[in-house]
């Protein structure tokens, strides 16, 4: 039990020290967040051990609760009072105790996973006070297949992000295998600049290297600019095209039964599943095809939501079927993650980039029948490989901003449940710690964060952890009550992709022989 209570402690100890640094001023609600009103974040915590409730409660006072925005709410100014009308985040006292849920013993007898999957989902028709910050902890102290107890953390969507969230969890732990250090950070991305950016070899004319080379590399810049600027204008058009005209084609996948503006679909029940699958064996394919993890994972979608299709369905057409998913991107700088956790760690919370930070992209997914199934990995890098050349993200995210300017919230909540409409799904890739943490004292089994209140029938979600990588699946219940099927579809083609990928690299091999 020592073990246990002395990081707690060491948290109390740092909390002390920094309350006086942490004050924060009123600060408008940004456009982003403003479109967050019925969203909210779930990410399920598997404890390695079972629940100490009085430690983890020290550890949430100490830690959690003393970041600025995790003690604020939203007020708003009644214009007929002379106010602006404009929501602000306030500062407020926070009583840990009004955000501590304590679950008593569920039915969990016959089938414990099933038990705590059935309280998850409850989450999604919970209301939340509003009148105090709104975030709670859920504790359910029964041992499932992967986990000897769970906390689950409801965020709404407007108070942080995906990668606040991590940013916040990674703060807020410590390394399992010595409680003594800090939890172990994500290494630094590969690459430092934007996404959009052309390679290193393609450099700026002017410099030694370009006047060496002349003229073929001063037309490759201009060129490679050229067509970032058409795929920009094309990829805006499809943009403002699918929010004002064209919806995907009604699949199984797409939300069935709107009703009217579908101002209902935001709140049906939503079932969050996941499964743990090895990052090596993601990291083989990638390796095996000189690609990206990104990559892998987004074939590996394409192809268990073909399988999955094409089985419910019965269809046994080669043809291609395109539905799309909106991609949030987060929109900080490629190191954040380090750069955030960093100035928490030496008492700077306020400096660190808080709420939601976020860009939109389209992403189409291709159902198909491939007898290869590397073809849905090199299908899923040329799209990607195709998205990352273009300022869609960017140009989205300046437009939310100026229409909440000129034309009011109305008119961005309006474009923005239209987007979630007229698409299918939405799709998410978060990186987590690359070792194992202890948060509170508990150390961590796993993490599966997932989100409710989109237009949307299904959300998956990528989180790796501890060289693991977990796939989680937000999915209105009534419409996939087999969701445990589709989840065995993206761990079969999992080991479809990698055994693929192993003929491909043995062929190989003898090639070179």
């Keep these: ?138 504790f359910l102290d029964v041992t499932t297949s992967e986990a000897a107890s769970t906390v689950a953390l409801r965020v709404h969507h407007a108070l942080a992000d995906g990668m606040a969230l991590i940013t916040l969890l990674i703060s807020s732990s410590r390394s399992a295998a010595d409680p003594a250090k800090a939890a172990p950070l994500p290494p630094l991305p590969a690459r430092t600049g934007a996404v959009y950016a052309p390679p290193r070899q393609q450099r700026r004319p002017g410099s030694s290297s370009s006047s060496a080379l002349g003229l073929p590399l001063v037309l490759a810049w201009v060129w490679s600019y050229l067509v970032l600027a058409w795929h920009t204008l094309v990829d805006v058009a499809t943009f403002v095209n699918t929010i004002f005209f064209r919806g995907d084609t009604e699949t199984l996948f797409k939300r069935a039964n709107h009703g009217g503006d579908g101002a209902d679909d935001s709140h049906r029940r939503m079932r969050f599943v996941h499964r743990t699958f090895s990052l090596d064996d993601v990291k083989f394919v990638k390796n095996a095809m000189n690609y990206t993890v990104n990559d892998v994972l987004i074939g590996i979608t394409s192809a268990a939501l073909s399988r999955y299709f094409f089985r419910r369905t019965g269809d046994t057409k080669t043809r291609e079927i395109v539905l799309r998913s909106i991609l949030p991107v987060n929109t900080r700088p490629a190191a954040s993650l380090q750069m955030d956790v960093n100035m928490i760690e030496t008492g700077k919370s306020n400096a660190v980039r808080w709420g939601n930070r976020l860009g939109y992209i389209i992403l189409p997914f291709h159902l198909a029948m491939h007898d290869d199934p590397l073809e849905y990995v090199r299908k899923a890098k040329q799209v990607i490989d195709r998205k990352k ?33 007229n698409t299918t799904m939405a799709l998410s890739n978060l990186i987590g710690p690359p070792e194992q943490i202890e948060l509170c004292g508990h150390p961590v089994a796993y993490i599966a964060p997932s989100v409710y209140g989109l237009q949307q029938a299904i959300t998956v979600h990528y989180q790796s952890y501890n060289n693991t990588i977990k796939v989680v699946l937000a999915v209105d219940e009534a419409q996939f009550p087999d969701s445990s099927q589709l989840l065995d579809d993206f761990a079969e083609c999992l080991k479809l992709t990698k055994d693929a990928a192993a003929k491909t690299m043995s062929t190989k091999m003898i090639k070179n022989e």
């Excluded at 300022?391 to 901003?401: A, F, G, P, Q, T």
């Excluded at 229409?403 to 309006?414: E, T």
């Design 389 to 421: 050349n273009s300022l869609e993200m960017h140009v989205v995210h300046l437009s939310i901003d100026i229409v909440f300017k000129v034309f009011g919230p109305k008119a961005g909540a309006y474009i923005f449940n239209k987007l979630l409409r």
């Design 1 to 138: 039990m020592t073990s246990q209570i002395s990081p707690c402690n060491h948290l109390l100890l740092r909390s002390s020290c920094c309350t006086n640094s942490i004050a924060m001023a009123e600060q408008p609600v940004s456009p982003v967040e403003r479109l967050m009103k019925d969203l909210y974040v779930v990410v399920s915590i598997g404890l390695a051990t079972p629940l100490n409730l009085a430690v983890f409660r020290a550890g949430i006072e100490a830690q959690l609760a003393r970041h600025p925005y995790f003690r604020s709410i939203q007020v708003t100014d009644d214009k007929d009072d002379g106010g602006s009308g404009t929501p602000r985040w306030v500062p407020t006292t926070v009583n840990v105790d009004d955000h501590i849920v304590v679950v008593p013993a569920l039915d969990s007898a016959a089938d414990p996973d099933k038990a705590v999957e059935d309280y998850l989902a409850s989450l999604s028709t919970l209301p939340m006070d509003h009148t105090r910050p709104p975030w709670d902890f859920h």
